[in-house]
């Protein structure tokens, strides 16, 4: 029952802007919550106010973006607090995978922990990718964890990276704590079926 | 070479030892309450994930719960969608939930002992640090984060490093007026607040054995008080007849097979510990905490202590304390005016606490302008004291007499103190703003004590009031 993750398919969300950190993700006002269910509608909600204050459109209401699934962004990408909330805001709007030239280290743990990959690309190549998203939204992209590539169709944009033992969490779904205890299933069963007081319950 | 009931309990609940080095142990219980459940369940829907075995899993509503009145919906409404939440969780996952309308609800770690739910020789989890409680049974009890619950709710399993033992051995008679609580502040101010880090602590010796369940809960519930996330005693004969007859206890033919199956996890005679501390219970006396962690206490009758007789790498947090409290080092704690008296929570809300507590009360009044709270742990202990005639005793001394809940302990219902107020509180934790107030202060103390301090409206002596009652 591993959740490996090997591809992610969809279309993608440009967010141009380095520091773009966790309060600005999901503002501390909506972490006092009982579920993290919530919590997708409110991901960068002020900076969507003042876009719209300002007349202009933040991606993440963009309606051409609204089903996008990669999210691709710039430099030290997810600093500040090391609350879970702003992945986890992320990952209820629907993002399942980020691409950017560099991530806080808290936030690629977290995003890691929730099964969202986090991969790194040149500078340059992140402004080429956000511009030919900002051209054709409606376009279909692969992240493809295992060869680390991303990938139109089948031709190659360019390569992405992430760390050898990060790359093989995802592809064996050991990023999973879950996953890896629910693996010992029939151990599991095993051990209960020989704890005595299970049997007078 | 024989081994701990620690090692034993842990030995038959292992799954498999995992790739990180850690354990994979399989929890025979969890108890689920309703602040940190609910992002487990939302991860459990998300990920499409089963509930393995949810007969496993028992709910209660506790800390958000006023104690006013049950009455529904409740006024606060993030606890109303709190409540409402755990009742969807456990309904949609078939998870018994001990509900407050049929009057069987109360504190998670009051009503696992009381249903009969904890059993020696049980892991038991809980997101709630004060799991250690369930150890008074022998049980291996601990408390879990929202991410560990997630993984109990899917696999009934956890991963998790073992810890080392240390046991804790007190001997001898207590004295009058000195009761389990003083006994567990008495070890935490000697081991620390950080002594039990990577410790469960085994809990031993004539003194702990003389006691009754109640007051081995109350020394194992503070356990992780003294950094120590596993507390437990060996199960014994009082631990059989206490859980026999209990709604989940084994039954019938059962039971004989389950007594022997306790008698087999005790520690052996010749268990070796990584470390062993003794205490006698004749240097304990009625004990007092003056700062702002749990290991900052005093006898009663001692004094606050110098800055001088402080160790260096305590002296930031020693006057962070002080200036905190508003106390004067050196200065006697006998006769630190208080405001409030609170008498309650998983640590000394259960009948014998109450009973104890009445016992000081009785004949007397609360001091005019005090607020004197009795809540009782559970909704079952409410109807017996009530049976015993308890409440009329603490309403006629002009104490409220509320419902069950954990209340004052950390203030996150209604019940709250105001500013700087200073309560006499018998429940586990003097932290900064505990008690609801960013600037309120907490004195914990027994039941008795804080019965006491509630009469004279300042810190006393409960061994002179018992003395007197003699006379």
Redesign the interface.
Same mark, same amino acid.
């Given at each position: 029952m591993l959740?490996k993750i090997d591809k992610i398919i969809g279309s993608a969300i440009p967010l141009k802007g380095n520091d773009i950190d966790t309060d600005r993700i999901i503002p501390a006002r909506f972490l006092?919550c $009982? +579920?993290?269910?919530g919590l997708g509608h409110h991901v960068f909600e002020d900076d969507r106010r003042e876009e719209k204050s300002r007349g202009s459109v933040h991606p993440f209401d963009h309606p051409e973006y609204k089903k996008g699934t990669i999210l691709v962004v710039n430099n030290n990408f997810g600093c500040g607090s090391s609350r879970e909330h702003a992945p986890q805001a992320l990952k209820r709007f629907g993002i399942k995978a980020i691409i950017g030239e560099s991530f806080a280290e808290i936030f690629f743990g977290n995003c890691l922990?929730l099964g969202v990959p986090c991969l790194r690309v040149g500078e340059k190549e992140a402004a080429l990718i956000q511009t030919m998203i900002e051209e054709k939204p409606s376009e279909q992209y692969t992240v493809d964890i295992s060869d680390l590539t991303l990938k139109k169709g089948k031709d190659v944009i360019c390569p992405l990276f992430m760390q050898g033992t990060v790359q093989e969490q995802f592809l064996s779904g @050991?990023w999973d +704590? @879950?996953g &890896?205890?629910?693996e010992? *299933?029939s151990? &599991?069963k *095993? $051990?209960?079926s020989?704890?005595?007081?299970?049997n007078?319950? | 070479m024989g081994k701990t009931l620690y090692e034993k309990v842990l030995e038959i609940h292992t799954v498999a030892k995992l790739p990180s080095g850690h354990l994979q142990l399989f929890v025979g219980t969890q108890l689920l309450h309703e602040v940190t459940s609910p992002q487990a369940f939302a991860m459990i829907r998300e990920r499409d994930l089963k509930v393995l075995y949810p007969s496993r899993n028992f709910a209660t509503a506790d800390h958000i719960i006023p104690t006013t009145s049950y009455q529904r919906p409740f006024a606060d409404t993030v606890a109303e969608e709190m409540m409402q939440a755990l009742e969807k969780n456990t309904a949609d996952f078939r998870i018994r939930f001990f509900d407050l309308e049929k009057e069987e609800g109360g504190i998670v770690h009051v009503i696992g002992p009381e249903q009969g739910i904890t059993q020696p020789g049980m892991t038991i989890t809980c997101g709630d640090s004060h799991t250690s409680t369930h150890g008074a049974f022998g049980a291996i009890a601990f408390g879990i984060g929202t991410s560990q619950i997630r993984d109990v709710l899917a696999t009934q399993t956890l991963s998790m490093e073992p810890l080392k033992v240390r046991q804790v051995r007190i001997e001898g008679k207590l004295n009058p007026g000195v009761y389990a609580k003083d006994v567990i502040l008495f070890v935490i101010n000697k081991l620390g607040v950080k002594g039990g880090v990577g410790y469960a602590y085994e809990f031993a010796g004539s003194t702990i054995e003389a006691m009754n369940m109640e007051e081995r809960m109350t020394i194992c519930n503070m356990a992780i008080e003294a950094g120590a996330r596993v507390g437990y005693v060996n199960p014994d004969q009082k631990t059989y007849d206490y859980l026999k007859g209990k709604p989940y206890a084994p039954k019938d033919k059962d039971w004989d097979k389950a007594v022997s199956f306790y008698e087999s996890v005790r520690t052996d005679p010749d268990a070796r510990f990584d470390d062993t501390v003794v205490f006698q219970a004749s240097s304990i006396e009625p004990m007092v905490t003056w700062g702002i962690t749990p290991g900052q206490s005093v006898a009663v009758t001692g004094n606050i202590p110098l800055a001088a007789s402080v160790p260096p790498g305590e002296q930031k947090l020693f006057k962070e304390a002080l200036e905190y409290m508003s106390f004067t080092e050196g200065t006697p704690i006998l006769g630190t005016p208080v405001d409030v008296a609170f008498i309650g929570s998983c640590t000394n809300g259960r009948l014998s606490d109450l009973e104890a507590a009445a016992e000081i009360v009785r004949g007397h009044q609360v001091k005019k302008g005090m607020l004197a709270l009795v809540v009782p742990g559970s909704q079952k202990i409410k109807r017996q004291a009530e049976q015993m005639g308890l409440h009329t005793i603490f309403k006629e001394a002009g104490f409220e007499w509320r419902e069950a809940g954990c209340s004052l302990c950390l203030a996150m219902n209604p019940d709250q103190l105001k500013g700087k107020q200073i309560s006499a509180s018998s429940s586990n934790r003097n932290f900064k703003g505990r008690q609801g107030s960013p600037t309120g202060r907490t004195l914990l103390m027994s039941p008795a004590m804080v019965a006491c301090a509630s009469i004279y409206g300042v810190v006393s002596d409960v061994r002179e009031l018992i003395q007197e009652r003699k006379k």
């Amino acid at each position: 029952m591993l959740m490996k993750i090997d591809k992610i398919i969809g279309s993608a969300i440009p967010l141009k802007g380095n520091d773009i950190d966790t309060d600005r993700i999901i503002p501390a006002r909506f972490l006092k919550c $009982v +579920v993290f269910d919530g919590l997708g509608h409110h991901v960068f909600e002020d900076d969507r106010r003042e876009e719209k204050s300002r007349g202009s459109v933040h991606p993440f209401d963009h309606p051409e973006y609204k089903k996008g699934t990669i999210l691709v962004v710039n430099n030290n990408f997810g600093c500040g607090s090391s609350r879970e909330h702003a992945p986890q805001a992320l990952k209820r709007f629907g993002i399942k995978a980020i691409i950017g030239e560099s991530f806080a280290e808290i936030f690629f743990g977290n995003c890691l922990a929730l099964g969202v990959p986090c991969l790194r690309v040149g500078e340059k190549e992140a402004a080429l990718i956000q511009t030919m998203i900002e051209e054709k939204p409606s376009e279909q992209y692969t992240v493809d964890i295992s060869d680390l590539t991303l990938k139109k169709g089948k031709d190659v944009i360019c390569p992405l990276f992430m760390q050898g033992t990060v790359q093989e969490q995802f592809l064996s779904g @050991t990023w999973d +704590v @879950t996953g &890896i205890l629910l693996e010992n *299933q029939s151990l &599991i069963k *095993q $051990v209960a079926s020989r704890l005595p007081y299970l049997n007078w319950a | 070479m024989g081994k701990t009931l620690y090692e034993k309990v842990l030995e038959i609940h292992t799954v498999a030892k995992l790739p990180s080095g850690h354990l994979q142990l399989f929890v025979g219980t969890q108890l689920l309450h309703e602040v940190t459940s609910p992002q487990a369940f939302a991860m459990i829907r998300e990920r499409d994930l089963k509930v393995l075995y949810p007969s496993r899993n028992f709910a209660t509503a506790d800390h958000i719960i006023p104690t006013t009145s049950y009455q529904r919906p409740f006024a606060d409404t993030v606890a109303e969608e709190m409540m409402q939440a755990l009742e969807k969780n456990t309904a949609d996952f078939r998870i018994r939930f001990f509900d407050l309308e049929k009057e069987e609800g109360g504190i998670v770690h009051v009503i696992g002992p009381e249903q009969g739910i904890t059993q020696p020789g049980m892991t038991i989890t809980c997101g709630d640090s004060h799991t250690s409680t369930h150890g008074a049974f022998g049980a291996i009890a601990f408390g879990i984060g929202t991410s560990q619950i997630r993984d109990v709710l899917a696999t009934q399993t956890l991963s998790m490093e073992p810890l080392k033992v240390r046991q804790v051995r007190i001997e001898g008679k207590l004295n009058p007026g000195v009761y389990a609580k003083d006994v567990i502040l008495f070890v935490i101010n000697k081991l620390g607040v950080k002594g039990g880090v990577g410790y469960a602590y085994e809990f031993a010796g004539s003194t702990i054995e003389a006691m009754n369940m109640e007051e081995r809960m109350t020394i194992c519930n503070m356990a992780i008080e003294a950094g120590a996330r596993v507390g437990y005693v060996n199960p014994d004969q009082k631990t059989y007849d206490y859980l026999k007859g209990k709604p989940y206890a084994p039954k019938d033919k059962d039971w004989d097979k389950a007594v022997s199956f306790y008698e087999s996890v005790r520690t052996d005679p010749d268990a070796r510990f990584d470390d062993t501390v003794v205490f006698q219970a004749s240097s304990i006396e009625p004990m007092v905490t003056w700062g702002i962690t749990p290991g900052q206490s005093v006898a009663v009758t001692g004094n606050i202590p110098l800055a001088a007789s402080v160790p260096p790498g305590e002296q930031k947090l020693f006057k962070e304390a002080l200036e905190y409290m508003s106390f004067t080092e050196g200065t006697p704690i006998l006769g630190t005016p208080v405001d409030v008296a609170f008498i309650g929570s998983c640590t000394n809300g259960r009948l014998s606490d109450l009973e104890a507590a009445a016992e000081i009360v009785r004949g007397h009044q609360v001091k005019k302008g005090m607020l004197a709270l009795v809540v009782p742990g559970s909704q079952k202990i409410k109807r017996q004291a009530e049976q015993m005639g308890l409440h009329t005793i603490f309403k006629e001394a002009g104490f409220e007499w509320r419902e069950a809940g954990c209340s004052l302990c950390l203030a996150m219902n209604p019940d709250q103190l105001k500013g700087k107020q200073i309560s006499a509180s018998s429940s586990n934790r003097n932290f900064k703003g505990r008690q609801g107030s960013p600037t309120g202060r907490t004195l914990l103390m027994s039941p008795a004590m804080v019965a006491c301090a509630s009469i004279y409206g300042v810190v006393s002596d409960v061994r002179e009031l018992i003395q007197e009652r003699k006379k």
